[in-house]
């Protein structure tokens, strides 16, 4: 008798469960087709949750079809950004601006510093130069990484109120959900063309996203 | 309306409950094969954990389990694709950039970096120990180079050297490819380093044969296979 109760009790439950998770799918799937049409993302907390339950079996469903998973990476990052939009125009003064080190031109001579990454020596030959003089008159840490682990060193380092990450989809959109996991206040600008070498970006994006950081005065 | 409720509460249990058994049978082989020992059902294990990898990887923490995900992933993974490595005559291998020396000057290019072999990082070794089996060497400065480098060599199976979680994540994205990773001893994408006799010995389980026929290690002299040679790896 109380076993019958225990199974009902479930089985309603679960209706409920299941009921809210297939609206949550639906509602993801139907964002990501809204975000493919217009490049904006409606309800982003909603998509960052409902992207972050679907990351790996979307991908894995994407591999196995052979698709490319660049667009679902762009939607969550476009989502994580709008949901952390208040706390980044709201940030303290100790930013980070990093960077990949792919950006960099073919025969770039910077030298490579164990702890902060490569240190630009703007010889002009990529673009990289002029976005680091722009930062550091923005008051932003200009980091250009050579991995991801040297980017966390460095922000638990400098204790970083607000970092800005330029990298490739499939690494930011990851590393922007475990930012917001942790509270820390970041915009992502995802490359416009990847593939670890001569990659581009759209620097506009990143002085634009320099320009909004802790613009509005401090709560 | 209740007895059906209770039907569906029913079901749910039952799937609930087999779905905890997959989960905790899989997670069971993944320590065991992790710990050096020997298990059935290593690729649906795999096939499990990867479904779940991000749900595991945010419970991890949770789990009475020591060793990383990344890491057990891997060793579950090397040795389920350890027979398909020894037919393997086409290969590749796969070396991160921040192995390579601080002062390195060797320039990047489409295919990775070009190593002028100077000595002054294990990446010459490496290079040596894969003209040896005959396997190309790539450097790579990121994952991104290796579908296309996949698509273009077309390998039969690839060596994967890199920090323990970028080696799930690309041994997962190459799918079907036969993979096997030899994770870096020290982390940090700047002044890493890995341990060369186990890239050694997972050279060692490839098809490689010489003119006479004879495998690798045999032609090194080391006598017959050793199956342990790359247990932990």
Redesign the interface.
Known sequence: MVLNLLFGALGVLSLLAGAVLVCLVTTTVALLVAYRRSGAVAWPRLAVLGGALLQSPMALVLRRLGRDGRLFDRFLIEAANRVGAAAFSHAGPRRLLAVPQCLRARDCRARLDPRLGYRCVRCGKCRLGELAERAEREGFYFCIAPGDGCVKRLAKELGVDAAIGVACAAELSGAMLAGLRMGVAARGVPLASDGCFETTADLDLVTEAMTQCGASPSR | M?S???????A??AAALAGLTCVALSLAIAVRVGHGGSAPLKRFALGVL??????LRMLWGALPVKAPLDVLMVRLRNEANRGRLAVARRGLVLAP??LRH?AC?A????RGIQCGRCGLCKLQAIHEEGARVGWRVFI??????VP?LVAEERPEAALLVA?AHECNKVMM?L?RLPTYGVPLTR?????TDVDLDRVRAALRLSGWTDANGAKAEEHEGTGRRNPTVCSTW
């Not at chain 2, 790579?140 to 180079?145: H, P």
């Not at chain 2, 982390?187 to 002044?191: E, Y």
């Open positions: 209740w059906v409720a209770e039907q569906i509460g029913r749910v249990a990867e479904l779940l990898y991000l749900p950039a921040c601080l000057a320039p990047s290019s489409r790579l400065t990121g994952s991104a180079y296309r920090c994205a799918g982390n940090g994408c700047v002044a």
